[in-house]
């Protein structure tokens, strides 16, 4: 189902907008019981999935940066509190204060500005493999026709609920976004949805009832898990509908999970938190993944595919399992690689198009 669909339906979603904003406890009121979860949770990048780009680390750690295409040379200046994105075509500039930084910079951090009442998409983000700047995804490589359209894109509405809800928290309540009340990051109530009434009862009498008022993606569903962790990171249903194509749809994880053989084959155990924990930092030593793969593609002399153990075992190794059946690619225009989510027997000379 498209999350589009998902969201019009009752109970908690990911980028939901009907809640109020008094609903919301905040994270603070999280710590206070779940005081070693939010503490690694911090730590991971969706809790940096935006700052304000005042406290933008690599803003501050590069104060000018520079770039040009065609004729329009590009600059992001850091003053004293604040950095500004400039664009010149060599007659005339424009410039604007940069309001927001999206990404925490493990691929690249892209900049939002607002004019007029609209938020702008920068066209040029930073590179953490480059430490320069480059097209934004999304963005043609193609010389711009005017300053305006060098500077950067104009969200729609759609978009702006969309990029906001993804990468803050709270940002659309009541079915009305405001970023003067969002908070920044992807924090507790961006998965577990509105908190306060859940806060209230676990401090009272009602303290039984608590567990009611607060959404535990853990008892979902196989595909609802997948999709769930798909509302920001697209589903099948989401990529089908963008009519996104090839490469890039290699960061799209729970979509690329779902083309797997392991979940057409209706694995129930092959969800994102099989393998990850949102609470904690992304671990990146292959070996530590081996033991999931494992679980399901037992081995030794006696191992053979059962009901509760359907995947065969593989003929050439139990070692770094990932690195075979999960390959990275290269993004050329994001000057990074990707982890592939479709488990698959790669061939020799494959490539990763759909």
Same mark, same amino acid.
């Given at each position: 189902?498209?999350?589009?669909?998902?969201?019009?339906?009752?109970?908690?979603?990911?980028?939901?907008?009907?809640?109020?904003?008094?609903?919301?406890?905040?994270?603070?009121?999280?710590?206070?019981?779940?005081?070693?979860?939010?503490?690694?949770?911090?730590?991971?990048?969706?809790?940096?999935?935006?700052?304000?780009?005042?406290?933008?680390?690599?803003?501050?750690?590069?104060?000018?940066?520079?770039?040009?295409?065609?004729?329009?040379?590009?600059?992001?200046?850091?003053?004293?509190?604040?950095?500004?994105?400039?664009?010149?075509?060599?007659?005339?500039?424009?410039?604007?204060?940069?309001?927001?930084?999206?990404?925490?910079?493990?691929?690249?951090?892209?900049?939002?500005?607002?004019?007029?009442?609209?938020?702008?998409?920068?066209?040029?983000?930073?590179?953490?493999?480059?430490?320069?700047?480059?097209?934004?995804?999304?963005?043609?490589?193609?010389?711009?026709?005017?300053?305006?359209?060098?500077?950067?894109?104009?969200?729609?509405?759609?978009?702006?609920?969309?990029?906001?809800?993804?990468?803050?928290?709270?940002?659309?309540?009541?079915?009305?976004?405001?970023?003067?009340?969002? +908070?920044?990051?992807?924090?507790?109530?961006?998965?577990?949805?509105?908190?306060?009434?859940?806060?209230?009862?676990?401090?009272?009498?009602?303290?039984?009832?608590?567990?009611?008022? +607060?959404?535990?993606?853990?008892?979902?569903?196989?595909?609802?898990?997948?999709?769930?962790?798909?509302?920001?990171?697209?589903?099948?249903?989401?990529?089908?509908?963008?009519?996104?194509?090839? +490469? =890039?749809?290699?960061?799209?994880?729970?979509?690329?999970?779902?083309?797997?053989?392991?979940?057409?084959?209706?694995?129930?155990?092959?969800?994102?938190?099989?393998?990850?924990?949102?609470?904690?930092?992304?671990?990146?030593?292959?070996?530590? =993944?081996?033991?999931?793969?494992?679980?399901?593609?037992?081995?030794?002399?006696?191992?053979?595919?059962?009901?509760?153990?359907?995947?065969?075992?593989?003929?050439?190794?139990?070692?770094?399992?990932?690195?075979?059946?999960?390959?990275?690619?290269?993004?050329?225009?994001?000057?990074?690689?990707?982890?592939?989510?479709?488990?698959?027997?790669?061939?020799?000379?494959?490539?990763?198009?759909?």
């Amino acid at each position: 189902m498209a999350t589009a669909d998902r969201v019009q339906l009752p109970g908690w979603w990911p980028t939901k907008g009907t809640p109020a904003r008094e609903e919301y406890a905040g994270p603070a009121a999280c710590v206070r019981c779940h005081a070693q979860k939010a503490a690694t949770q911090h730590e991971t990048p969706m809790a940096h999935a935006s700052m304000m780009a005042a406290d933008s680390d690599i803003l501050r750690s590069h104060p000018r940066l520079t770039s040009t295409v065609g004729p329009f040379s590009f600059e992001i200046a850091r003053g004293e509190k604040s950095s500004v994105y400039s664009v010149s075509d060599g007659k005339q500039s424009s410039s604007a204060v940069l309001a927001w930084a999206f990404g925490i910079g493990e691929v690249g951090q892209t900049y939002v500005y607002e004019r007029n009442g609209t938020f702008y998409e920068s066209r040029l983000s930073f590179y953490k493999n480059t430490q320069a700047l480059d097209f934004s995804p999304g963005h043609p490589r193609s010389v711009p026709t005017s300053l305006e359209n060098a500077q950067g894109r104009p969200f729609n509405p759609g978009e702006t609920r969309l990029c906001f809800g993804c990468h803050t928290t709270a940002s659309t309540t009541s079915n009305r976004f405001d970023s003067s009340y969002l +908070i920044p990051g992807v924090t507790c109530e961006a998965c577990h949805g509105p908190g306060a009434e859940h806060v209230v009862a676990m401090n009272t009498s009602q303290g039984e009832q608590g567990p009611t008022f +607060i959404m535990n993606p853990r008892e979902l569903k196989p595909v609802e898990s997948v999709e769930f962790c798909g509302a920001c990171h697209r589903t099948a249903w989401d990529v089908a509908l963008a009519g996104s194509k090839g +490469i =890039y749809n290699i960061r799209f994880q729970p979509y690329r999970l779902e083309t797997s053989r392991c979940w057409g084959d209706g694995d129930a155990r092959l969800t994102c938190m099989a393998c990850h924990d949102p609470h904690q930092p992304l671990v990146r030593d292959t070996a530590a =993944y081996d033991q999931r793969c494992l679980s399901c593609h037992v081995t030794g002399k006696a191992a053979k595919p059962s009901s509760d153990h359907p995947g065969a075992v593989c003929p050439v190794g139990a070692k770094d399992c990932v690195t075979c059946h999960m390959p990275k690619y290269e993004i050329p225009d994001m000057h990074s690689k990707f982890t592939d989510h479709r488990i698959r027997i790669v061939q020799k000379d494959a490539d990763s198009s759909d």
